[in-house]
């Protein structure tokens, strides 16, 4: 059975510091993927998207994410978080064939000063 | 171009009562999909609809719950008799593509209370 998991539920950055979020998956094929950040009382909004082509994938905001096959993995990266970063971030893999979402249970990031 | 609108934002009903979630997809999008997120947890699938075809309802308790998307209006998620473990945020996605995985656009979601 697919999963996905997000190893880290919670994680506190200083403003200016760099930020990397976990995301490992469990699916027999190459799955489609996702990261999304929802603000408190929001809805999610979609960052980054990888389906195929180079693992290397660029996002809104100033985030990227890097799909590694052997490692099963689609970590989120930034090189320097601002106050506005702090949010709630779901990793999903879009891996059936109707398109059902499966979504990690999320990481929770603070920015401090 | 509006993005996938919800209403009500937040909805609160007394245990026992009915609670009508709405959700208009994006302009030229046919796919619906409905999920809820519990406290403290990520979201969960419900049910993939089409217009007035449901594809997918795995993720629907098997009682008080039904999803609709007719073929005109929005798609209605429907929880009959409420009880308090039903408070939820529930949000609807929607996709323009069938056959396989695409980027979903999600709502703003509903802030169900049951009280």
């Known amino acids: 059975a697919q999963s996905v998991t997000q190893p880290d539920i919670h994680i506190t950055v200083s403003e200016g510091a760099s930020l990397e979020l976990r995301c490992n998956y469990s699916y027999g094929a190459t799955p489609y993927l996702f990261w999304y950040v929802q603000s408190p009382g929001q809805g999610l909004q979609l960052l980054l998207k990888y389906f195929s082509g180079d693992t290397l994938v660029q996002g809104i905001k100033g985030f990227e994410a890097e799909f590694k096959r052997s490692q099963s993995s689609f970590n989120l990266r930034k090189p320097s978080v601002h106050w506005s970063d702090a949010a709630e971030y779901f990793c999903a893999v879009g891996a059936d064939s109707w398109g059902k979402f499966q979504f990690g249970a999320g990481t929770q990031v603070v920015v401090t000063p | 171009n509006a993005g996938v609108m919800q209403n009500p934002r937040h909805l609160v009903r007394r245990r026992g009562q009915e609670a009508r979630l709405r959700c208009s997809p994006m302009?030229?999008?046919?796919?619906v999909y409905w999920y809820r997120q519990l406290p403290e947890e990520g979201l969960k699938f419900m049910v993939y609809?089409?217009?007035?075809?449901?594809?997918?309802e795995s993720g629907m308790p098997k009682e008080r719950f039904s999803a609709e998307f007719p073929k005109e209006g929005p798609s209605i998620l429907r929880i009959q008799q409420v009880v308090r473990g039903d408070s939820a945020a529930y949000f609807c996605?929607?996709?323009?593509?069938?056959?396989?995985?695409?980027?979903?656009?999600f709502g703003p979601g509903t802030r169900l209370t049951v009280l």
């Open positions: 609809l089409q217009k007035e075809n449901i594809i997918d």
């Open positions: 302009k030229g999008h046919s796919h």
């Open positions: 996605a929607s996709s323009p593509l069938a056959g396989g995985p695409d980027t979903q656009y």
